[in-house]
């Protein structure tokens, strides 16, 4: 059996392990016969079918969210041909952001009364946020177009636009929002798992699912552009449609993960950094050793924000952080991670 094969059974396995984990540990323990038996029909105390329903949801999220952030995190390094790239690179992540604030604010995804917050319809959030997301998205591609499409241009133009997006962002806290939105916005922005419904879950599914088959169909393609412009070209490779193209991709997937499950950050960043050190260059082997450590590293993250301080729940998206800040830093520190 090849290297590569005992490396992706190893990786799935460890998926597998921490999955078990999130699904049976907690404030009320669940055994693998508890759980073979509701998938299985059998009958089980309703309280142990109810735990299980919660916990199968926060766990299928995040293996789906944190495929997708692993997955497209490589994806703008590749592209970009810089090993910083990530969603965040692009603003998006702000720039849903901002689409929540203006759903939570004039449009009223749910009701706010002086002591309380009710979202009534979430999709009002989620479709704004969405929407932002794609928004800035098409700004970042228009205005880099000017300056020939290339990694060099995509870059300045996505940092110095996510800059604006936070600063308008800022504003509109400052301005118009009282306190009871700023905590609104604060937690949605905190980022959590548990929070996408079964049809929102099946959304996040598909769209990992797409934006992994849209990867792999160009992973040759990013293997050029990662060596430079003019090798693609002299391949046969269009850089400026490529790169086009893997941006949109990547922009829409993180953009339907966070108007769902919020902003997460750091997994895509660690996940892509690991598997660049353990596949190498390859875009057909990183990808979905990529897409496999984002989602171990999610589920792993939430596993401990819910159990470390039980029965508190510290939200996934400051545990991936915590986590994978230090993770990061030691990558960089061994100077592992490669250099273009």
């Known amino acids: 059996m090849r290297k590569e094969s005992l490396l992706a059974a190893f990786f799935l396995l460890a998926l597998l392990g921490v999955f078990l984990a999130e699904v049976s540990f907690g404030a009320y323990s669940l055994s693998l016969r508890d759980i073979i038996a509701c998938i299985t029909g059998a009958s089980v105390p309703p309280e142990v ?17 944190g495929a997708i952030l692993g997955s497209s995190t490589m994806v703008l390094q590749s592209s970009l041909r810089n090993v910083l790239a990530s969603p965040f ?38 479709g704004f946020a969405f929407l932002s997301a794609l928004a800035q998205t098409l700004l970042i591609l228009a205005l880099s177009a000017a300056g020939g ?19 308008i962002l800022s504003l509109l806290q400052y ?4 306190e009871i ?29 797409l934006s992994l ?38 922009a829409l997937a993180t953009a339907v993960s966070v108007s769902f ?18 596949a ?34 510290i939200p996934v998206g400051i545990m991936t952080t915590i986590i994978g800040a230090p993770l990061l830093v030691y990558l960089v520190v061994r100077g592992k991670h490669g250099q273009h």
């Open 280 to 313: 190498g260059w390859s875009n057909r082997r990183s990808l979905p050793l990529a897409a496999t450590l984002g989602a171990t590293l999610l589920v792993l993250s939430d596993l401990v924000g819910r159990t470390v301080l039980s029965p508190i729940v």
């Open 213 to 250: 088959a849209v990867y792999w169909y160009f992973s040759m393609d990013l293997d050029l552009l990662m060596v430079g412009d003019d090798v693609a070209r002299s391949s046969g490779v269009n850089p400026s449609a490529t790169r086009v193209v893997l941006l949109l991709a990547a």
């Open 89 to 126: 690179t692009l603003g998006v992540q702000q720039a849903a952001s901002i689409g929540a604030a203006v759903a939570l604010m004039a449009l009223y995804g749910g009701s706010v009364t002086r002591w309380s917050i009710s979202v009534t319809n979430p999709f009002v959030v989620s």
């Open 49 to 65: 079918r109810a735990v299980l329903d919660m916990r199968l949801r926060r766990a299928l999220a995040a293996v789906a969210v």
């Open 175 to 178: 301005l118009y929002f009282n």
């Open 149 to 167: 499409l290339t990694a060099y241009a995509v870059v300045l133009v996505s940092v110095t636009m996510s800059f604006i997006t936070q600063a």
């Open 181 to 209: 939105l700023v905590a609104a916005l604060l937690f949605w922005t905190f980022g959590d798992v548990g929070r996408p419904s079964w049809q929102e879950i099946h959304i996040l599914g598909i769209t990992a699912a």
């Open 261 to 278: 499950a919020g902003v997460i950050g750091f997994v895509g960043l660690a996940g892509g950094v690991m598997a660049r050190q353990i």
